[in-house]
């Protein structure tokens, strides 16, 4: 097997595109391997429809044919953070950019902003010449000449100009790397390549990303056909064939991810091909004409790229062309190719030739990213597909065969032994800038992509969304891919490679079973998220199977488990914790506490490797014991020394032990508890425990059923925090070692005082906290209030204690309870703290054995967001405005509204001409605030704005600040700092200013 050993080579591991007709790359790969275009035949009605004049519609040489590209108009804004007055006059091509960027990385297996934060991300992007700028924005700024300012203008030139595109991008998702806008004209695509390629190599940045687009505004409409000019008679482009007469113009969008090479496989990130060698240059003065291609530049571009990558010409499968199918262009790109590749003696197969170009037209700008994606999809499926139009071969082309040939049915791609499928892709531009790459197969691709069957265990699906109902789609498109990858693989895929959005979900995948999305509960997660964890106390018996599905799928668990057991020594811990013996004595204080003890510990462990640390702690009777542990008050081994010794403690209680009764019911309000009772527990405000002897208990039952008083009698082995456990709490202080521990690091709130706990190692303590009532309550609500609390997990087998927490109006999620599955249960739990905020670390979650793979990217809303051409450029000011059009409309703006006031007298143009001091009144002031809350509503692009919305909060920029001020000086003749203005923020606050300004007084900025 050949392998790259290469310091030059640079992968691409992430792809995302839109072409004519294709919605995504599987739907063009099925393109292009039928053979077919994505040409359709426009009707009269059709032409008619979308704007065509009839005359040009019956002219002889009228093509009524074209290449529609869906949703031109789409764009999800609010996701990226604009307003719809920004995004409707920002360049469709730029708006399209950003959402197949954001694709690309998912499909590279990078959530975008995460892996923007850390490592250099560089932008590479190019665009075709912004025609919606000029032919749709700029006539809507031409109608209101008087009232557009500078600021406006610059702030629609930037959202549309190629000198901003890939800042946008670098901007609006957070790369640092360089931001470059790359323009070569029809080979802009490759010639991003070429540049990401060499910052790449000298460590610019860690990360490239590329990306084009080549839109055509006028979807729906056909073009008068000229002869020599570059669009083709009949609306299909033919490559190299003897009937062909031009290209067709379609549109586009292409994204690419690129890493160095020996980085992408460190990272083990898939790699859907090898950039081996770029050669890029011009052609200078070699050609008579400047739009004319040039032969010798074009063969060295192709040299240069073959050098690059140690190859020979013998060594290339296949050639994508540029192919535009034009009279000139074709016979020039050929006879470049032979110069290059020179005589061609001893192949074993012919290099087939090929141009995506017949399949999708002249996408432009990104032309080249799409024959580049084409060779991408070939060599995943080892296939070279037929050459879409073609009949027969151009007669001014001599070809020969025993060096290429032009196939027009798929064909399997020859490998020559463990060589890699290779091939060579070609984009030229007006102006001569020549671009050839030459890629090839990553040979260890197959056997790196996950091969893990669908397994028994459940898993959990993370997914999250800008709004609650792009959640169901999301998770609708990823579905379907359970069988192929299996739902670990996919379970991971969503948790890490996916940005994590403000509206959540998580369900549980079960093998064979369909998940149920119309019982979707979507939760809008918290803007900040305190969590508290409350360890259980024994309850009631425990089940024999606790821990054990945890300690199979889990590390983490699994390793706290084995140093327990291993502090434990052999004997003690098959007793207490037995691998294989289903015979737990789980009856026996001196192993149910410790084993307890053991759970806890070891489920905090996991909690702490997902990731979900705690602001606090604090545990509910014998489960203080394990909270003082995890927070750093007693060593592991001084507290198995502790709670086992607590075990020993009760078994050598003789006589009779008592029993425990859950009475719901306030203190003031219980019946009266009667000889040998006490309160063991105070567990909320409405919830006690009482404990003593069983005759005094029943009893005390009946009086509480007969004053309509709840009960519950708890099955459990002793009275405990009564005297009746007197025995064991000076068997504790007998026999107890001396306990060591360090400072705490988390805080403990002690059940004992219902206070913060300072120091655990005095075993005095832990006699009066066996004997003392538990005061849960009280510690709990002192916990809440000292850490702001918003969730509580509960670390225990069971889920007793989230009862109790839920009283106190905090979001209780219980790890465990011993009703189903534990490991579903822990997944629940999981789910119900991600929706709520809490985002887990996937190395604990999953084993080696699980990785990442390729699912559909976010899908994002379509809001139709387009600025149309009027139809008489002179039209009056604000008549047959389109929504959101450019510019204040005078009802809502300017002087018309500032008339409406019936301020504009006391508010000359400028405040040196202001001679008195004007004094407003109540209604003054709210008419002003009428005014400022229109700016926001005018300049933000509201539909309706309130007096406290946040100018950042809906996408304002400096830009749109300086527009307000100068709406304000204009309306009210007050003038006010940039630092005023962003001190301000919000229309109310801006109107307290402007009315402290008008009444004389000055305010210091």
Sequence with gaps: MEHLNREDALAIVGIDGRFPGCENLDQLWELIISGKSATVDYSRDALLEAGENPQLIDDKNYVAKGMPFADIDAFDYKFFGFNERQARYMDPQNRLMLESSWRAFEHAGYAPRQI???????????????????????????????????SQQLEVETANGCDFVGNWLAYKIGFTGPALNIQTACSTGLSAVAVACQNLLTHYCDMALVSVSGLILNQGRGYLYQENNILSSDGYCRPLDADASGTLDGSGVVSLVLKRYEDAIEAGDQIHAVIAGVGINNDGLSKQDFMAPGVEGQARAIRMALAQAELKPDDIDYLELHGTGTRLGDPVELSALKLAWGEVRDRKHPCRLGSVKANIGHLNACAGLAGLVKVILAIRHHTIPPMANFRSLNPYIELDNRAFEINTAQLPWPREGNSPHRAG??????????????????????????????????????????SPEQIKPLIESWLPYRQAHGDANISLTSLITREHLRYRTALVLRAGETPDLNALTVSRSADETRVGWVFGGQGEMLSPEMGRQLYRRYAPFRDAVDECRMLLGDEQACLIWPLHDNDWSLHRPAVLQPALFIYQYALAQLWRAVGLMPECVLGHSIGEIAAVCVAGGLTLDSALQLVRLRGLAFESIDGEQGSMLVVFSELDSMPSLGQGLVVAAHNATDVQVVAGAQAALDAFMQRCQEAGVGTYPLNVTHAFH?????????YLVQRAPRLRGEKLTIPVYSTLSGQRLEDATDIAYWARHLLSPTLFSEALAAATAAHHLTMAIEI?????????????????????SQARSEHLDFLEALASAYGNGLVPEATALFPESVSKVVLPGYPFRKHSLWINRPSNAKQTQGENRAPGAIGPTPERAGGAVTAATGLSQAAPNGLDEQEEVLELNEDDSAQLLALFVSYWETYLGLPSAVPDDDFFSYGGTSLTAIQIQEAVKRDLGVSISMSEFMGSRTPRKLNEIVCERLMGETTDE
Excluded: W
Aim: glycine share 6%.
């Design 116 to 150: 923007a934060d850390r490592c250099s991300v560089g932008v590479f992007a190019g665009k075709n010449p912004p025609h919606y700028y000029h032919e749709n924005v700029i006539p809507h700024i031409m109608q209101d000449t008087q009232s557009t300012t500078l």
């Design 722 to 730: 009564s005297p009746m456990v007197r025995k064991a709490a000076d």
């Design 425 to 466: 892709i070609s984009s030229f531009g007006f102006g001569g800038t020549n671009v050839h790459l030459v890629v090839e197969e990553h040979l260890s691709a197959a056997a790196s992509m996950p091969q893990q069957k669908q397994g028994i265990d459940p898993e959990i699906l993370f997914a999250s969304a800008a």
């Design 796 to 816: 225990s087998p069971h889920s007793l204690v989230s009862g109790l927490v839920r009283k106190s109006q905090l979001l209780a999620i219980p790890s465990c």
